[in-house]
T-cell receptor, first 111, second 118 residues
């Protein structure tokens, strides 16, 4: 079992729709979770992080965490073509502050 | 502006040569630097953890004699790919961890270095 799993996609949504990206992790003791966006040939850029169960909203983005189910999601409202990218879920390991990444989900927003 | 720089941003080298990649934190001291590698269409894989003044800790399967890491100061870590081969061609990215403040640790990624070995 991979430490962090994501559906590779591609996930295609029309412009203006809600994009839903999902991630599961194996280490039940993980405490912090991150969503990064990566454009082709570029370094990841942080979108959101979440530590507590529940929802965390920032603009068009909402991160959801369910530690009991070991599940993290990212919702993107009013999706724009510029949101088209690979979205990486990352989990911070308890020891050493190491970030473990999922394989990423390719999102395509069609205008 | 950027808080972490990498140099060079891209490099092409011949098989058998060595290449040095720098990761530099700007305007702050980094307690820990991490080196990641990303092959095309794959995710980031952690190679090693680097702390200033001590030996790097390598992940399982990463050859420490091939990927030399030097963290000589709180603002600079270098990754040297020795005797590079075409299979070492990848995108190398550093991640910098800043000592905890009121909001805890802060972390930043460098812009990455594209290495192509011919």
């Amino acid at each position: 079992q991979k430490e962090v799993e994501q559906n590779s996609g591609p996930l295609s949504v029309p412009e203006g729709a809600i994009a839903s990206l999902n991630c599961t992790y194996s280490d039940r003791g993980s405490q912090s979770f991150f969503w990064y966006r990566q454009y082709s040939g570029k370094s990841p850029e942080l979108i959101m992080f979440i530590y507590s169960n529940g929802d965390k909203e920032d603009g068009r983005f909402t991160a959801q965490l369910n530690k009991a189910s070991q599940y993290v999601s990212l919702l993107i409202r009013d999706s724009q073509p510029s949101d088209s990218a690979t979205y990486l879920c990352a989990v911070n390991q308890r020891v050493g502050n190491k970030l473990v990444f999922g394989a990423g989900t390719i999102l395509r927003v069609k205008s | 502006g950027a808080v972490v720089s990498q140099h060079p941003s891209w490099v092409i080298c011949k098989s058998g040569t060595s290449v040095k990649i720098e990761c530099r934190s700007l305007d702050f001291q980094a307690t820990t630097m991490f080196w990641y590698r990303q092959f095309p269409k794959q995710s980031l894989m952690l190679m090693a953890t680097s702390n200033e003044g001590s030996k790097a800790t390598y992940e399982q399967g990463v050859e420490k004699d091939k990927f030399l890491i030097n963290h000589a100061s709180l603002t600079l870590s270098t990754l040297t790919v020795t005797s590079a081969h075409p299979e070492d061609s990848s995108f190398y990215i550093c991640r910098v961890l800043v000592a905890p403040g009121l909001a805890g640790y802060e972390q930043y990624f460098g812009p990455g270095t594209r290495l192509t070995v011919t």
